[in-house]
């Protein structure tokens, strides 16, 4: 075997699933997913959650033959450092130390990581799961630029009067979620330019419990002995520094496979081998930076509530000031259709904004709620939860959002719809309205009329609980701003109505 | 492949062959139409001209509608002028069409104290005022819509207004505007010009001089019309400006029951000997703008000559027909129109027939009938109603209406039309939004239903998406 060749295939590898998992993020069309949905499901925290027991014993069985490929083929977040740490390759070789591993903290986060995730703490979950984290950076900070890109495509088409591309509005879903995302990034690029992958061998939870099998891996980087000249060049290119080129010792928890040790080295000396343990080395000295995150929590925006100021018209032509809407205080929050109950939905969402990214309706946004921190809530002032679309359901890799049919949606209770006398038009103006149960899909409002009404002309809405599935389509068309007069409230358990 | 039966395939190349005889023939007969290379050309001086009875005016067959003025380019979206946005009038081009017009014969000019969202007759006083005063005639309307403006003293002020904006002392042509229109028309018509005394002062001001000639516009309901008009021997109306083109003439009651065909509109005023003034003859630049296979008919017949010109030339072609008024927001519209109008060519009788044809066809497409003249905006809802009826009427012209999602194309119908809603109108100014007040309907001359329309293109989005066509 050609001493590249590990190195060579674990590149390939790595570049498509990380351009797999990247586009997903980033198609706003709905389609990607279908090719390369398999690759956010393959995930080994959702996987966790979403309790796919295939895929879980798979990447065992992968991690006990090979090591921690996982690490350096389908984690995209440890691919995404590696081509960091790439790059700065390009500046300074040979850059690398070794160093021992940071047991304590590293296994101190996996066991915080295990407790908060049994207790449900949503948000700390997603903060340190890698695959998560890697997504919030792609739905917070590359999919704006990607969109900007697909509008100025956008705007060429309409020019030439074709459809090909349309426009996608780039708004901030959630201003905490965004700095979490924005941190994160910075906190990463910054380990990783310095010193590889400080982040995977001492925080990341994932990669601390691959360690307890990789390190019985039928595979492993071997040094022969024999061949050995103690250059300590494969140490000086182990971005995991896990080798002791001097002691002819690799620390297999944290090798990930990825071959860098023996493409470079001099003697071919190393050799990915079924091969006994190493012996443990005598002494090391050095340490490595620990990476620190911190993160911000905003505040929520302000509520008015003046109804909609109708305009009068006096002149012909122009367009009336349309105020924002603000987002109503909703009792229970929203979730997708398809997650079940509250509690069930927050224990297996790993925040990793996927389905966010892929909402076609600017319904989902992460939550700024400090305990659910980023996992998706469901609010309609720029859209409702249409009924022919699926798609937070059909990408889900956690078994957050159960999958779910058209059919099946259309009836499915994600909400409750409550009317606020104060803010209606017909109460407020005495004009008639009734554009809520024009657009209900439910059929679930009707107009009656308004008692004291002597014109005959006035109806208010009647939602009608028992068929009410909280899809915001009345909230999103009423025209009371920028509180909605009629408006949906979550519901702990989903249920079939 | 399509399946051709024999007789299908002798009949596709027996049309072939007479289309080419056609030709040939037209060849022969050296048809100027078809031999003449170079584009017809406005003549200066030759402009067309009808005589007003009563004072002698001489009136352009052309009239310049100040009611879609040009606004600063780069602070308007593209393709809007002055009624859609309030982006401000471009005040050298207005300058630069008017004198430009004046200077080919058009002496006839049609305001409003609402036109271009209450700014053109200060920019038509400004543009006007720069040449003598016996170069043109002005037409300015008593705009009294809103409830406001319906006690004497307001409207007066409005009166008294034009006459400031337009820096003038008398007005050639005042108008009652828009009768016809509300839910109940008489009451309507008692509540901005009866009650108030408005008419009676100004029948005194036209007696002062103040006002030369004095009529009124007509849309909607027919009965403001026949009464005004049964009037007659006691106001002496002097003009009547009505909506009339190819389209209207015979179809415009099958178009919408509740309006009135231009053929009986124009007939009544003949037979008065009341001048009639032309509005809408494109019907806001439709009838400019038709589908590929009409377009290709008018022009295999007069390869020359623009699409406008016909609708121009049905009107001209009336001789009791004062003149016929084009809001004329770009140069070469104006252009356009002056090779139509100097001279005009009437049309004869087989020409007339098959406009009526054309006209069917049209009717056939069931457009829905806006003519964009944003009476109906702004919505107190925010909508954008003439855009949301402008992206569907493009999508019938362009084929891209689904009937059914059989359609050959569906999918790109599909995509067309809901790609190309978003991009012409904003999300929040879309059907959905519309809350069935009713406060345009009483405003739209063309009295479209307007919210049961805006009902009928949403559920149409509606399938669309949902996939439930």
Redesign the interface.
Known sequence: MHKKTIQRIRRVLAAVFFLGITLMFLDFTGTLHTFFGWMAKAQFLPSVLALNFIVIAILLIITLLFGRCYCSVICPMGVFQDGVAHVYNWFKKNRYTYSKAHNILRYTVLGLFIVVLIAGVGSLVALLAPYSAYGRIVQNLFSPIYQWCNNGLAAVSEHFNRYTFYSKEVWMRSLPTFIIAAVTFVAIVILAWRNGRTYCNNICPVGTFLSFFSRFSWFKMHIDEEKCVKCGLCTKNCKASCIDGKNGFVDYSRCVTCGNCMAVCPKEAIEYKHAKSNPVPATSTESVDTGKRAFLIGSAVALGTAAFAQEKKKVDGGLAFIEDKVAPERTTPIVPAGSGSLDRFRKHCTGCQLCVSQCPNDVLRPSTDLMHLMQPVMSYERGWCRPECTACSDVCPAGAIVKITKEEKTSIKKGQAVWVARNCIVVADGVPCGNCARHCPAEAIEMVPKRGDDTGKLFIPAVNESKCIGCGACEYVCPARPLTAIFVNGVEQQRTV | MKDISRRDFLKIMGAGVAATAVAAVGCQNNDPAWTDATPLKAQKGKMTYRTNPKTGDKVSLLGYGMMRLPVIEDKAPKGTS?????APIDQKMVNKLVDKAIEYGVNYFDTS??????RSEHATGIALSRHKRDEYFIATKLSN??P?TWPREASIKMFENSLKELQVDYIDYLLLHSIGGGEDCMQMLRNRYYDNGILDFLLEQREKGVIRNLGFSYHGDVKAYDYLLSRHDEYKWDFVQIEMNYLDWHFANEINEHNTEAEYLYNELDKRKIPAVIMEPLLGGRLANVPDHIANEMKSREPQRSIASWAFRFCGTYPNVLTSLSGMTYMDHLDDNLVSHCPLKPLTQEELDFLEDIAKKIYDLKNIPCTA???C??????L?IPSIFAHYNKCIKEGNLARTADDSEFK?MR??FL??Y??SVP???QA????????CVA?CPQRIRIPEMM?MVDEYVEKL???TL
Do not use: I, N, S, W
């Not at chain 2, 905006?377 to 925010?382: E, I, L, Q, V, Y």
């Open positions: 002055g009624r859609e946005t309030p104290p609402a036109y271009c969202q209450g819509f809103a406001t003249c944003q009476y905006m702004p919505c107190p809802f925010g954008d790109k995509k067309a790609v190309g978003d991009r999300k929040l100014r959905d939004h519309c809350t069935h007040c009713g406060e405003h009902q998406k949902q996939g």
